[in-house]
């Protein structure tokens, strides 16, 4: 799913060219668990940076989250996982203009992260850039 060590640039929110991300992501595959609306969903991420994720599924519709959406996510890194609070920036809808460009799922801020947390979240992108080791 994702190439060795990939590291790429772009936006959270928005459209393409609304350039807001303030720190590289890196491509990863990897288990991510969110709380919200009551449930629990599994999902897996294809990217992955110090202020957020991306969500994919084939499937975006029938979730309840729509931007602005606050959940709680667990990224799962082997024995161990991280946990934070994040916000939906953006939806990608199967169908829409942007899902011709770009995977249908959802982008995510981390708008809250204790600093274990935080810690684990470094040096799981340290290791990505480093070794292209994408967790799964």
């Given at each position: 799913?994702?190439?060795?060590?990939?590291?790429?640039?772009?936006?959270v929110?928005?459209?393409?060219?609304?350039?807001?991300?303030?720190?590289?992501?890196?491509?990863?595959?990897?288990?991510v668990?969110?709380?919200g609306a009551?449930?629990?969903?599994?999902?897996?991420?294809?990217?992955?940076?110090?202020?957020?994720?991306?969500?994919?599924?084939?499937?975006?519709?029938?979730?309840?989250?729509?931007?602005?959406?606050?959940?709680?996510?667990?990224?799962?890194?082997?024995?161990?996982?991280?946990?934070?609070k994040?916000?939906?920036?953006?939806?990608?809808?199967?169908?829409?203009?942007?899902?011709?460009?770009?995977?249908t799922?959802?982008?995510?801020?981390?708008?809250?992260?204790?600093?274990?947390?935080?810690?684990?979240?470094?040096?799981?992108?340290?290791?990505?850039?480093?070794?292209?080791?994408s967790?799964?």
């Amino acid at each position: 799913m994702c190439g060795a060590n990939d590291v790429m640039m772009g936006a959270v929110s928005g459209e393409a060219s609304d350039n807001k991300r303030r720190d590289e992501r890196v491509k990863v595959d990897a288990f991510v668990k969110i709380g919200g609306a009551e449930r629990e969903f599994v999902f897996r991420t294809r990217d992955l940076s110090k202020n957020g994720l991306f969500l994919y599924t084939k499937v975006s519709h029938i979730y309840p989250f729509k931007v602005g959406s606050t959940l709680t996510l667990e990224l799962y890194d082997y024995d161990r996982f991280l946990k934070c609070k994040v916000v939906v920036v953006r939806v990608v809808q199967p169908g829409s203009a942007e899902a011709d460009r770009y995977p249908t799922g959802f982008g995510v801020r981390i708008i809250g992260m204790d600093d274990t947390d935080r810690g684990v979240l470094g040096q799981i992108i340290d290791r990505i850039q480093t070794t292209g080791d994408s967790l799964y």
